[in-house]
T-cell receptor, first 116, second 114 residues
Framework: AQKITQTQPGMFVQEKEAVTLDCTYD???????LFWYKQPSSGEMIFLIY??????QNATEGRYSLNFQKARKSANLVISASQLGDSAMYFC?????????????FGTGTQLKVEL | DVKVTQSSRYLVKRTGEKVFLECVQD?????MFWYRQDPGLGLRLIYF???????EKGDIPEGYSVSREKKERFSLILESASTNQTSMYLC?????????????FGEGSWLTVV
């Protein structure tokens, strides 16, 4: 079975600082993808970044980067130069091809608050 | 502009009522999903469908059923609503194939059962 663990229910960061949101995962499938989504208070799910299990390099998208450590089964999200608009809930998710019809399994989320 | 549309954003229903949550996507996606989101529990998969008339149970299917008669539409049905089904429900869709295929979400449906 697939499992995603996010151990930080809440995080605070000062504006312009960098912050790391932790995510560990468990799967026996050799081919899988890891995602991070942002959910502001409005409820929409905003895709941030994707990392494939066979990708050699860590994914980056603007201020977002994914610190992928395959042996440790971790996929932490790093947000650089935090902005007030980054305050939101962040979800780590995983998808495997081998079983489950491409379903996406989510962690419990981390509520990030950016302060002045 | 790609779109996943959930027909109702806010609903209030009585215990025992039959409730339909509708989701429509305009991207010709094979896969469609229903999740519920609760504080501290993240998003949990209720049911998913990988083709018309095909469905599979997710992690928490009890008390729910689904229908997919057309490719673009995936309905979640609460046969007899109960107060513990008060939650936010999210529909999503994606194309078949690689794990990295983008998954698109609707805006969510907030259901209160009284």
């Amino acid at each position: 079975a697939q499992k995603i663990t996010q151990t930080q229910p809440g995080m605070f960061v000062q504006e312009k600082e960098a912050v790391t949101l932790d995510c560990t995962y468990d799967t026996s499938d050799p081919s899988y993808g890891l995602f991070w989504y942002k959910q502001p208070s409005s409820g929409e799910m905003i895709f941030l970044i994707y990392q494939g299990s066979y990708d050699q390099q860590n994914a980056t998208e603007g201020r977002y980067s994914l610190n992928f450590q395959k042996a440790r089964k971790s996929a932490n999200l790093v947000i650089s130069a935090s902005q007030l608009g980054d305050s939101a809930m962040y979800f780590c998710a995983m998808r495997a091809l081998a079983r489950g019809g491409n379903k996406l399994t989510f962690g419990t989320g981390t509520q990030l608050k950016v302060e002045l | 502009d790609v779109k996943v549309t959930q027909s109702s954003r806010y609903l209030v229903k009585r215990t025992g009522e039959k409730v339909f949550l509708e989701c429509v996507q305009d991207m010709d996606h094979e896969n469609m999903f229903w999740y519920r989101q609760d504080p501290g529990l993240g998003l949990r998969l209720i049911y998913f469908s990988y083709d018309v008339k095909m469905k599979e149970k997710g992690d928490i299917p009890e008390g729910y059923s689904v229908s997919r008669e057309k490719k673009e539409r995936f309905s979640l049905i609460l046969e007899s609503a109960s107060t513990n089904q008060t939650s936010m429900y999210l529909c999503a869709s994606s194309s078949e194939g690689a794990p990295g295929n983008t998954i698109y979400f609707g805006e969510g449906s907030w259901l209160t059962v009284v």
